[in-house]
């Protein structure tokens, strides 16, 4: 075999998800790109939970629903996957939970007594699993020796006893992939920020962007950044414009219940020209709605969030590359056009885990914006040929920096004047139309294939939208840019393309909708809006309903 | 002073108490230019309200935030930069009604910055409705018949959540004032002045505060219990009792800045230990 | 005469709101309608602020740049006002601080003193105006006595004394308009909701539709409502949400800045289906802005604000009658389907004057909702045909009613299960299909007079735009709803429409880009966005320039 | 008790704070039953945390709101139906950090609710963030050296804001806590209970507490000066004292629903007052 697709299933709250990204490194170590889902309850312990870990030659990123392998930790793990196993799946499983008819039965709770490594079930479940797949065992050693060292005797202990007493069934050949790191979308577009010189991460906790605060904060000293957890996310946005007042490069991480609380100080920034980078991670909605499940709802309302009128920029990455890359780049030119600029991702993408070759993107720098040349007055608000105001910092030496949300003169004292008014949204304007016209540079709207039709997506559908053509040998257009919208780009990319066939996981079609208002067509809507991402099959299922 | 003025028209009705609180924050801050700080070091913000437009009037670096917002701003520009004086312009209705928990948790953090609350006890710029802290005879459009709950006091609130310098000043006792605004602009940890800026339009006090104002002298401002005893001698709904003026309260404690440490803004550093981190993830 | 413009200019906090009501009401008891305008900067006393009041034998509702008489208070009054004043314009000035060369001189504070009636100054000037304009010295006396009890003696004693220095020189002729309310955009908007049953209004206060705050404590014990201004307008809505979910009718009242802070609860409304009605008065922005100045550019954020996709109904009125009616409609419809409903005003709407005719307007009444057949167990979310299950309200006999911000079940128990997720939202759309087709039964969509050219506009605009056709010979075309968005009725209103020119007050025409999403297509945009309403003037000069 | 379970699975690990809380809830409500109150007259509410769900658990009316929001929808509920037990469930995350206003409000308007803070000390549902209360050893994923903030202590908070009932509970002492619970949803006005809910997964005090609790005995609840003395006598951040549980605090004063006067929802009065107020505005 040289793909496999493993689930691991059981309770919450006991180390599935660690297990499953243990497994990816394993498989990373034998030369895979890898692909991790979670699929987990809103609670902590107790509940139903799935990770499905995809191993492949090519670079992946969906998941598949029929597995190769199932770790059955319970009997839930069965009674869940009824349709998920097919004659030919593999089935490990917890014998003290887990009534079944074939497959390899281990009994854990004796043996774990036996082995005196108590607690380590899924270790000894990877264990059987590495044998079934007929990894060295070296390269247990070796993943293990890195990546498990605390208890790492013990953990070795559990992991051969499984692999000793299980049979190779499906081995797994080795691959030609180069050792690379398995992050997730979260780390990916940290990195990315902090690649293009974030100084300051401000967050409250949320599902699914909470990662992204974890992962600032344990790296904070060593980076030299803030990390900051405030009172709210009113208090966390306030505080992000804060550092940007002061030239220091800030960000928020939040999801649609936090972003609503965001929503009046996006107007500040807006009128005020402060830059601030938005990680908003899309659940299921409205409301708490299914706090752990994914969704792309939420591109209107980022769209259109706050009172007033006034650009933005926002992308949506597709895998752990592009939440690298494009949240540099949202960095960057939130600050050279003084706008907000969105990471609109979700839980998909932000919970997934990716093999991700920094290698196959442009390198990632901070770019300067333009800053103020030191003559004469400082004018926070100068106009210009494009709208943008040369940029400075308190403390100025002898001079004023004065920002504010009030319409205002190019000094930034407040006037109600119609025509500064006037000239202001102008201004605002003008700056989405340099932004419109750099981004040109940009690959805003990958395709991927070649064809008739088209398979239109955003965010984290690129993955299983990429699969799903080459099935059907489809052409793939993906928009990473949706504002400003990249008409020219996306023109292109339709050119010679009869069918377009949208693909979302909302329910009213919302890139459709902005197509269509910028004057393209989709010509058929597949729409998932239960929580859950595509999988493959269940994708190319529903393409094939609506292929001309 | 003048070089302190912008040359933003004054808002403000004749006769209004923000103009005591101005002409005392520009005669302060002269001071510290001429005792050499550097006035970009200093950083005004405000939220809305009447109060508010006082950012447009001082021409130093300001933030001009929205209703209610100012505080977490200000601490993250006393994050951002240590070394600045930050100073907050709060209206009652903006910092304790709208923005009340970041007042709060300012307080808790003990942030090196100062929040003047212009204390007129009215929503004064959207015409006069009652706030947290207006008299209970006091009647608005909004509320022809007195507000339907109590004032709280302010300050007891203060006290509880960490503020480490307490103060309450009336803009007519201008020495007084004066010196009450210098300690806490002075102070290094949250330091907070409730100012009893009269609003001669919506709730002319006045009178009122002209009768009962007297000035606080507290020996020990560290001591919690006495402090407690004097904030709470007079109430904002409306006793009888003297209304004192003063510093209440005074405590040294560890700052909230103090716990971040500096930014490195190297890029290649940054790079490195990047890829250090990307390496610990293969 | 019969028809007249009439601009009062001077200091802001001095009145002049007030005066320019009186001479509504003078002019309404000469037989005219009215409509009166109000410009006036972001502080309370000082500054520049003008009234226009204007009255006609036509139902108006927009302004002229160019006015008949001026009272003129300062010398700014005149110095603003270069543009707006002709050769026949007459000035009635304050001559204590004006200097003119022509018009009526009025030595305010030595005439006040002689008189003894100091602080009067207004009542002067108005004296003087009736005289001009030949108002009969009955016609004051009359609306003094009702309107002006307060020192009335007084007022008409200095009111008498600009009548009696003054020479007619426009006369007005009596009019034939019947004798009717003159009220704010804000009061008509009260009084639908009143009509329709409201029981408690929230709200924090805010430009420009704190008057209805004001108008409901007004009368608060009167009516037996209930009237609440707590902390912030976070608590606002969730207290709004408090009263509908013990069946009590309940509406709040904000702008941008306030609404902002209510899109985490409005998703809560969706979820939990509660019903709620929002006032939304739009003024310039983004953020702070221009807080007492104009807009109509928050259409797109009503539309789309709240994280997950759920329906909403937005009613913008033109004019009073259309403001009592269609707020009524919006509550009957919120907790008929319930939903959020929007009134979608803005600071001209909800600030201007109309002469308010209820018989005009089909009879408001509350509506009951499909409320519980008390059967069997209650299910809050139960499944029906039209997605609408039955209402009913705490306390209920041995029934336990459950709302909720999560996906529920239909008892209203939390489940992630992906089939309820996914027909909670069908449900949630079946709903807004039957809402779309009840209101087929409503004049969605008005149009007015005929031809090819039609002038497209929504809320506030439509005073200005039927002017504006009437003087152009062209068709209006006024969008009362939109949101469900009315295709088939705007399908039939642009039947034999040539050219559609769009007018809005904002930048982007976000009723054009709302059309084109909808298969709609405008042909020209008239967009203003300086914080000021179009005069009749400035609108025919702009449409002027577009029309085929 | 099982009548006033649902069907809905519980799902808090085993072991978790919240299971006593959830039974003394049951015991007190069929108590209630029991005494003749009708169960449809119970009305709870909550925000969103693992203490939220529990308004899935108990089969009588419930609001389940959003993460720090359910205070105000539960004052707004009261003033809707005076005749009601208005019972919140809210989180520290959810009470004293998002919704920390909301509590001080309705505790100054002394409305007639009930909150219960399921005080754990960690954001737990969101996997264990540091909250207003957490003690200063805390380690979280996101405060891997701990908060850079020191805790407060929300009753003081409590106490200055106006809040007429005011207690401590701890799960574990059963019966004393019932007892609690049972006079915090007798009392009329607003009464608090910070309840110490240990959540065993991310922040383990069952050992602290049950060294440290201490029922506590005050001989006058309704003075103030000695109820804070209580109140202050342990704090949040980590003293070693012991930790009072009790009432500390309570107070007979007007409550905001009592300002409100009834509904009329006869239409046809309505009708007949809009009318009169129209022709005063002809
Ligand atoms: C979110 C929001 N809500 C409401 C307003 C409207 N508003 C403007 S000024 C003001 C009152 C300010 O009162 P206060 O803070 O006491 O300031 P003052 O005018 O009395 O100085 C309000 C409510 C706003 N700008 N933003
Ligand atoms: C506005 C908003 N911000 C953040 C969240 C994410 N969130 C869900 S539960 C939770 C923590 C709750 O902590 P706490 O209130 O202490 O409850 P616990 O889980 O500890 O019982 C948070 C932050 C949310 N649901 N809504
Ligand atoms: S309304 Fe009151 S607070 Fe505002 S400027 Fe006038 S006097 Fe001052
Ligand atoms: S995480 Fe903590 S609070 Fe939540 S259910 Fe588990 S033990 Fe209880
Ligand atoms: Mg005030
Ligand atoms: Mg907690």
């Not at chain 1, 790492?152 to 180069?178: F, M, N």
């Not at chain 2, 004086?85 to 942030?111: Q, T, Y």
Request: glycine residues 8%; contains cysteine; aromatic residues 8%.
């Amino acid at each position: 075999m040289n793909t496999t697709s493993i689930m691991i299933a059981g309770q919450t709250g006991y180390g599935i998800h660690e297990a499953g990204i243990l497994v990816g490194r394993l498989l990373g170590e034998m030369g895979y790109n890898i692909y991790m889902m979670d699929d987990y309850p809103s609670l902590i312990r107790g509940g139903y939970q799935f990770v499905i870990i995809r191993a492949s030659q090519e670079k992946i990123a969906a998941h598949y629903d029929q597995v190769d392998i199932l770790l059955a930790m319970n009997q839930d793990a069965i009674n869940h996957n009824k349709n998920k196993i097919n004659e030919k799946t593999i089935l490990i499983y917890n014998a003290d939970k887990v009534n079944a008819e074939k497959g390899v039965s281990l009994s854990i709770n004796e043996i774990l007594k036996e082995e005196e490594t108590p607690g380590k079930e899924l270790y000894l479940m990877i264990g059987a699993l590495a044998k079934t797949l007929d990894l060295p065992w070296i390269v247990i050693e070796k993943v293990f020796e890195k990546h498990e060292k605390d208890d790492l005797k013990i953990k070795l202990k559990a992991t051969a006893r499984g692999y000793k007493s299980t049979k190779t069934s499906e081995p797994l050949t080795k691959g030609t992939v180069k050792k690379l790191p398995l992050i997730s979308g979260s780390q990916a577009i940290s990195i990315g920020l902090l690649k293009a010189g974030l100084n300051a991460l401000v967050g409250y906790p949320m599902t699914p962007t909470s990662p992204i605060l974890e992962f600032m904060a344990k790296y904070e000293k060593e980076l030299g950044i803030h990390v900051v957890l405030p009172e709210s996310e009113i208090a966390v946005i306030m505080m992000a414009l804060g550092y940007s007042y002061m030239g220091k490069r800030s960000a928020v991480a939040t999801s649609g219940g936090g972003f609503s609380l965001m929503v009046e100080s996006l107007g500040l920034a807006a009128q005020s020209e402060l830059p601030i980078v938005i990680v908003m991670g899309q659940r299921a909605g409205p409301s708490t709605g299914m706090p752990t499940y994914t969704a792309q709802t939420d591109l209107n309302f980022v769209l259109h969030s706050s009172q007033g009128e006034f650009p933005r920029l926002i992308v949506a990455p597709g895998d752990a590359e592009e939440g690298a890359y494009w949240s540099a780049v949202a960095l960057n030119k939130a600050w050279k056009y003084q706008i907000p600029a969105f990471i609109l991702t979700d839980k998909t993408h932000c919970l997934g885990y990716f093999t991700y070759d920094e290698e196959t993107i442009p390198k990632i720098s901070k770019e300067e914006p333009a800053l103020w040349d030191g003559n004469g007055e400082y004018m926070r608000y100068k106009n210009s040929e494009d709208g943008i105001s040369p940029l400075a910092f308190p403390p100025l030496k002898d001079q004023v920096v004065k920002a504010t949300g009030y319409v205002h003169d190019q000094f930034g004292i407040t006037t109600e004047n119609p025509d500064i008014a006037k000239e202001i949204s102008n201004k605002r304007f003008k700056k989405e139309r340099f932004l419109a016209e750099e981004m040109k540079n940009y690959e805003t709207v990958k395709t991927y294939g070649t064809g008739k039709t088209a398979l239109l997506c955003w965010g984290s559908n690129k993955g299983v939208c990429l699969e799903t053509a080459k099935l059907l040998d489809l052409k793939v257009v993906q928009m990473v840019m949706l504002s400003p919208f990249p008409k020219e780009a996306l023109n292109k990319a339709l050119d010679g393309v009869d069918q377009l066939i949208n693909v979302e996981c909302n329910a009213e079609g919302q890139l459709g909708i902005l197509l269509k208002q910028n004057g393209f067509r989709v010509d058929e809507n597949v729409l998932k809006y239960d929580g859950r991402a595509f999988s493959v099959e269940k994708l190319v299922e529903e393409v094939k309903k609506v292929i001309k | 002073m003048s070089e302190l003025k912008t040359y933003a028209p004054i808002e403000w009705c004749p006769g209004c108490g923000n103009f005591g609180i101005l002409s005392e924050i520009e005669t302060i801050l002269m001071e510290m230019k001429e005792a050499g700080e550097p006035m970009e070091n200093i950083i005004i913000l405000s939220g809305v309200g009447n109060h508010a437009k006082i950012v447009d009037y001082i021409n130093v670096n300001s933030f001009y935030t929205i209703h209610g917002r100012a505080v977490p701003a200000a601490e993250a520009i006393k994050l951002a930069k240590p070394g600045t004086k930050v100073i907050c312009f709060v209206g009652d209705g903006d910092g304790f009604a709208e923005g009340l928990s970041h007042l709060i948790f300012a307080a808790k953090r003990n942030v090196d910055i100062t929040v003047l609350v212009h204390d007129n006890r009215a929503y004064a710029l959207a015409t006069g409705q009652f706030t947290p802290t207006s008299q209970s005879s006091y009647i608005a459009s909004t509320m022809p018949e007195g507000a339907k709950e109590v004032s709280f006091n302010p300050l007891e609130l203060m006290m509880v959540s960490g503020a480490t310098f307490i103060a309450r000043g009336y803009p007519l006792r201008k020495e007084h004032f004066k010196k009450i605004l210098r300690e806490a602009i002075n102070h290094k940890g949250f330091s907070v002045v409730d100012i009893l800026q009269v609003c001669i339009t919506f709730n002319n006090l006045y009178k009122d505060y002209n009768e009962k104002v007297e000035e606080l002298i507290l020996k020990d401002t560290t001591n919690r219990k006495e402090a407690l005893k004097a904030i709470r001698s007079w109430d904002y709904s409306g006793t009888k009792a003297p209304i004192p003026v003063g510093v209440f309260y005074q405590e040294a404690r560890k700052g909230f800045e103090d716990y971040y440490s500096t930014f490195n803004e190297n890029q290649e550093d940054r790079e490195k230990i990047l890829n250090q981190i990307l390496d610990t993830l293969i």
